[in-house]
């Protein structure tokens, strides 16, 4: 199946210590996008890549960066987590120059839970 | 400021009552809204979008511009919709779109 896929499914890592979440997709989109989900908060958009343009949300910390080496490949960077960056970390795709059906909708990776000791 | 409100974190239900999730926005354009669902251990994944004005797995949403809303509603619930609900507002960007999401509503369907 055509598929987002985020590995691992859960991360652990040591407060200051840079993590790398990373996600892939099968889909062929040209956008790929990063959420950070807070428990009973919404999804939050952190930054996208349209191709190789990244796009960064006014109030993403600088703490937060993302790589693309390729369009199956989106890597989010969290050079020095802290407590507060513990979260759910969701990527998502779409295809905006779809030539048929609707352009933007996204699809979901399962996410990536990271927890910071 | 563009925003989506659930006002309700948890609704519970008995099967085959009707449910009606609520979902309000603020938008200063034409919206363009949806509904995600997260089932247990789930990925998030479309339900349906006001566009297409269609019924998916016997739920509808109809957009009410008047009202501001995008409420999801189904005649009698099943235990298997037990799952997490977003309502999102779809905005252009940069070429492409994005999504502002609700903070959800948990639904339980009670046997």
């Known amino acids: 199946d055509a598929m987002v896929i985020q590995n691992p499914r859960y991360q652990v890592t040591q407060f200051g210590k840079p993590v790398t979440l990373s996600c892939s997709q099968t889909?062929?989109?040209?956008?790929m996008y990063w959420y950070q989900q807070k428990s009973s908060q919404a999804p939050k958009l952190l930054f996208h890549?349209?191709?190789?343009?990244?796009?960064n949300e006014a109030d993403t910390p600088d703490n937060f960066q993302s790589r693309r080496p390729n369009t199956s490949f989106c890597f989010l960077d969290i050079r020095s987590p802290g407590l507060g960056d513990a979260a759910m970390y969701l990527c998502?795709?779409?295809?905006?120059?779809?030539?048929?059906?609707?352009?933007?909708?996204?699809?979901f990776g399962a996410g990536t839970r990271l927890s910071v000791l | 400021a563009q925003r989506v409100t659930q006002p309700e974190k948890l609704l519970s239900v008995f099967k085959g009552a009707p449910v009606e999730l609520k979902c309000n926005y603020s938008?200063?354009?034409?919206?363009?809204l949806f509904w995600y669902v997260q089932y247990s251990r789930q990925r998030l994944q479309l339900l349906l979008r006001?566009?297409s004005r269609e019924s998916i797995k016997g739920f509808t949403a109809d957009l009410n511009k008047g009202e501001t809303s995008f409420h999801l509603k189904k005649p009698f619930a099943q235990e298997e919709d037990s799952a997490m609900y977003y309502c999102?507002?779809?905005?252009?960007?940069?070429?492409?779109?994005?999504?502002?999401f609700g903070t959800g509503t948990r639904l339980k369907v009670l046997a």
């Open positions: 998502a795709t779409s295809n905006p120059t779809a030539l048929a059906g609707p352009k933007n909708i996204q699809y």
């Open positions: 889909l062929n989109h040209n956008v």
């Open positions: 890549y349209y191709d190789k343009d990244f796009n």
């Open positions: 938008y200063s354009g034409s919206p363009e």
């Open positions: 006001h566009i």
């Open positions: 999102a507002l779809s905005e252009p960007t940069s070429g492409t779109y994005k999504y502002i």
